[in-house]
């Protein structure tokens, strides 16, 4: 599975994205399971509001971040989401 | 006793809410404790908020209502309001018998996550007996209703000798369902599979041709649907790593508000499992006796203590171990290692010599308040 860069990106409805304050870090919920997120993760999750594309994610994540070069991490991140099913385009 | 100082204690990340023992249904396989019928107050709704609360502010995320039937409490969807409030993700686990659309709607809008339904085989006359209640028509509509409202759905499915040779069948069931995870729960011999362990282990064979049709069509629906497979130990090498470790993440409230470090620790003896009348859920994770008499390593045994393998399974279950041997601080026997293993292949004869009788030699015996009432009435004997 690959990420189609026309589409935009979709956090799934079927999880919850969650600021864990226990922890001190985001967590995706699912049924009867959990996952951990470091903190550049959950950036990129919560840019996935099923309204912005790939390059629209990178742009505003460079741009919030004061750097440059982020396209291959956060596909490569995405592309992981999209195979765990915590993201979809369509 | 046992337990030890210094360990590091993590705090409780799922908490599984017994809300009730009561169920319309008598699956002989139940993992109530047998003498379930003993126990028959409940806590009231507020209690349960209080729970839901202080465990919450100790960082358990995960809520299991669970039973018995969590729908046959009144108070449900103000309990499933509050969870959602407090930032819970709520797992309804339920048999969906008396589950309405309208129930399904006001629970979605109390903030309910997931339903997680259990259907207990593929046709109608298998699943109405396992059941002991005529449940089979209702139990599809509501994996419907669920889907239709928007929820994520388990299908749950409870594999034992009667329905192992309906894989293919319960497999294209999840798939029409349109089921999101399916969770193939090989039976566990505690409590009501315990009594019935005779009637519902399958053979080796039998297991081996049930998993290799499950993993193929785990490769078929990959990216539709997930599996969840749940071992059949008694066929393992080595023990289940219980509860992820004893007092570690899981805490189990029972109905009467006995807290337990897995829901099967009622029954061992001299834990003095404490009550959430009595004590704080901060007291009763860091301090009680019960939660921490097996964290850690040093109440283990030979060959536990010097097992390389011990902290990838903690020596297996403390319930399974007392169960099968009487010794809740040896190996759990499903370890090859163990000198109780043979206790294991005994089960495993006398479960396939009992498969030649005829079902009128040796019924199952149902979970119900009857056969409960006389199973505790053996076990104060026993003592």
Redesign the interface.
């Known amino acids: 599975m690959t990420i189609n860069p026309d589409h935009p990106i979709k956090f799934s409805p079927m999880h919850r994205l969650q600021w864990e304050e226990a922890q001190q870090k985001y967590v995706i919920l699912y049924p009867e399971g959990m996952v951990e997120l470091n903190q550049s993760s959950a950036e990129i999750l919560k840019c996935c509001d099923g309204i912005r594309n790939l390059a629209q994610i990178v742009s505003e994540l460079e741009q919030t971040f004061a750097t440059t070069g982020l396209t291959n991490d956060i596909t490569a991140f995405l592309e992981v989401a999209l195979q765990n099913g915590w993201i979809n385009q369509h | 006793m046992a337990g030890s100082t210094n360990i590091n204690i993590t705090?409780p990340?799922w908490l599984l809410a017994e809300l009730t023992y009561a169920c319309p249904l008598q699956c002989p396989y139940c993992s109530n404790p047998v003498d379930y019928a003993k126990y028959s107050s409940e806590l009231s709704t507020d209690d349960w908020k209080r729970v839901l609360t202080e465990a919450r502010?100790?960082?358990a995320?995960?809520l299991?209502f669970s039973g018995g039937e969590p729908l046959t409490r009144k108070d449900l969807v103000e309990l499933v309001k509050h969870a959602r409030e407090l930032?819970y993700?709520s797992?309804l686990i339920t048999s969906g018998y008396g589950l309405t659309e309208e129930k399904i709607i006001q629970l979605k809008e109390a903030g309910l996550?997931?339903i997680?339904v259990s259907i207990q085989a593929s046709t109608q006359e298998l699943n109405d007996h396992i059941a002991g209640t005529t449940s089979f028509h209702h139990k599809k509509e509501v994996a419907h209703l669920v889907k239709k409202h928007?929820y994520?759905m388990?299908l749950c499915v409870v594999i034992h000798r009667e329905n192992i040779h309906q894989m293919p069948e319960i497999l294209a069931m999840a798939e029409e369902l349109g089921a999101?995870?399916l969770e193939l729960a090989n039976t566990q011999y505690y409590g009501w599979a315990h009594t019935n362990r005779d009637l519902l282990l399958p053979t080796k064979e039998q297991f081996e041709q049930a998993e290799q049709i499950a993993q193929a069509f785990k490769e078929k629906v990959a990216?539709k649907m997930?599996i969840?497979y749940v071992v059949p130990d008694y066929y393992e090498d080595r023990p289940k790593a219980c509860m992820n470790g004893w007092g570690t993440t899981f805490l189990t409230i029972a109905p009467d508000g006995m807290a337990l470090p897995c829901h099967s620790a009622r029954d061992l003896p001299g834990l003095d499992c404490p009550n959430v009348n009595d004590y704080s859920i901060q007291d009763i994770w860091h301090d009680s006796k019960a939660f921490n008499f097996f964290r850690g390593f040093d109440w283990m045994k030979e060959p536990c203590r010097s097992c390389d393998e011990k902290e990838k399974d903690f020596g297996g279950c403390r319930c399974q171990a007392y169960l099968l041997t009487g010794d809740m601080y040896t190996a759990d026997p499903v370890c090859s290692k163990s000198p109780e293993h043979g206790v294991i292949q005994h089960a495993i004869d006398s479960a396939k010599a009992t498969a030649s009788l005829k079902s009128d030699e040796k019924p199952l015996v149902f979970r119900n308040s009857k056969n409960s009432k006389g199973m505790s009435s053996a076990v104060d004997i026993a003592d």
């Open positions: 705090p990340r502010k100790m960082g995320v995960q299991g930032g993700y797992n996550d997931h997680q928007g994520p388990v999101d995870y990216g997930k969840y």
